[in-house]
């Protein structure tokens, strides 16, 4: 161990499943003995072994799945809290030039930044903000909490730490430079996508499951007569395995692959979506 791992926020979502977010600080995360690689495994640029980690298990304590954000030096999850329907948002702190949050990109992020992140319940990312970029050194001068009102109100409470913090436009002035001071934000109707909370959407033309597996997933495409091409890909964009003209409802083997995080690219004449795939042994 580097440093300890340890959980930050805790929620129980309507079907009683309960939900941790916080940190892991060695190269690997092992749940209930699955083993799954941290950012450096499968991203040998990052610098860091720790990581955030989400990670769902339903009313008896049953591993679901885990997510975690990668190439980052370093993150870590801080609350989080689930809606009516279910879906997933976790407040976190994320620290490097470029994020991977699930199959979203967030490049040129400044040193640092508190992070808002939306995912559904079977852990795919919907959407995701960043706040107050470049304000904080590392996350142990971070704190951010997230509460849902009855209404479908999102509130973020939290900390800054330079003289201005910027939200959508919005920008907070601290009193003294380089001092921590507290701010709650209102962040709009969560059921509205016209509102400044949602920087992006993304309806996912398919099923994918079990996700992480150990030797095979089945892929469920919304659309059964468009013929698809599947495209396997390592953490590094490094091609792996291919499935041509596929349609309906398909089963990969992936029992030859080794363990680790990858991205299955699903395209066909109009679309190319991308979903991570995490395979353990």
Known sequence: MLSPDY????AVDLQKNVLITGRFADFYLDIDGYVFPGDQISNPNCTSGSGFFLIKFDSVGTFQWFQTISISKEE?????????????????????????IDTIMKYNLPNSATLLLKYDPNGHIIWQKTFGEADHVGYGDTEADIDISKQGILFL????????YTMDGVTASNSTIYTTEPFVAKLESLNNPSVGIQDFYIEHEYLLYPNP?????????NDEHSVYNLTLLNAQGQFVKEWKNQKGNIS??????????????????????????????
Request: proline fraction near 0%; avoid cysteine.
């Open 7 to 10: 959980v930050r926020g805790v």
């Open 76 to 100: 870590v999850g801080l609350s989080v809290k689930t809606d009516k329907q279910d879906n997933i948002f976790v407040s976190a702190f994320g620290r490097g030039d470029t994020l991977l």
């Open 157 to 164: 409470g939290g900390t800054f730490f330079k003289q201005t």
């Open 213 to 221: 597996t150990q030797d095979k997933v089945t892929l469920e495409l």
């Open 252 to 281: 990969l083997s992936l029992e030859e692959i080794q363990s680790g995080i990858y991205f299955l690219k699903i395209s066909n004449s109009v679309s190319v979506e991308m979903a991570r795939v995490v395979v353990y042994r």
